[in-house]
């Protein structure tokens, strides 16, 4: 932990709760962004991935470099449970995100963190890591829902391309 557990910890745990509360008013904040809601997903997800991987970073790296070396892989699970989410046309961010935690969770006593650890510490530090992986995925999986579920319900917006929606303002035939 970069600044130690009383600073740490809150702000992941505190973090990840403030999104869940106030997930809507940021959704529709960074909705009105001018780019497909996938590409806002992925780009949103970079920050929070670095933000919480600097936190819960491990002893080999922590603290000597910016950009995390699991950047990518989370990237990559990121973009994955994003397809996953459009592909089932899933309704509710918070089920994704536990879902993808439980997935998390499941990584981490296998090959990740928690590898090692005995059983006692892997049930206390478990929930922790649930929070964790919700935390760089909630707010990204909840603009791509609410962008998708927009363009649901409107069809002249695109959830694919923004261009769709220049293609109606009048300077095209």
């Known amino acids: 932990m970069v600044f ?22 940021l959704t529709g904040r960074l ?32 603290g000597t470099i910016l950009v995390p070396p699991t ?3 989370l990237l990559v699970e990121i973009f994955g449970l994003s397809l996953i989410s459009l592909k089932i046309h899933a309704n509710n961010a918070f089920r994704v995100t536990a879902a993808y935690s ?7 006593a296998t090959v ?5 650890a005995g059983w006692l510490i892997a049930v206390i530090f478990a929930p922790y890591v649930w ?13 791509l829902i609410a962008d998708r579920q927009l363009s649901a319900k409107n069809p002249e917006i695109s959830a694919v391309s923004p261009t769709a929606e220049s293609a109606h303002d009048g300077l095209l035939p």
């Open 102 to 108: 439980v997935f998390g969770v499941f990584i981490e």
């Open 31 to 62: 909705g009105r962004i001018k780019l497909p809601s996938l590409a806002v997903c992925m780009l949103l997800s970079v920050p929070l991935i670095i933000l919480e991987e600097q936190i819960n970073c491990m002893s080999s790296w922590c």
């Open 71 to 73: 950047l990518t892989i």
């Open 131 to 143: 929070i964790s992986y919700g935390f760089i995925s909630l707010l990204p999986i909840s603009v």
């Open 4 to 25: 130690g557990i009383l600073i740490d910890v809150p702000i992941v745990v505190g973090g990840y709760f403030l999104m869940l509360r106030y997930r809507k008013q």
């Open 112 to 116: 990740g963190g928690l590898v090692g």
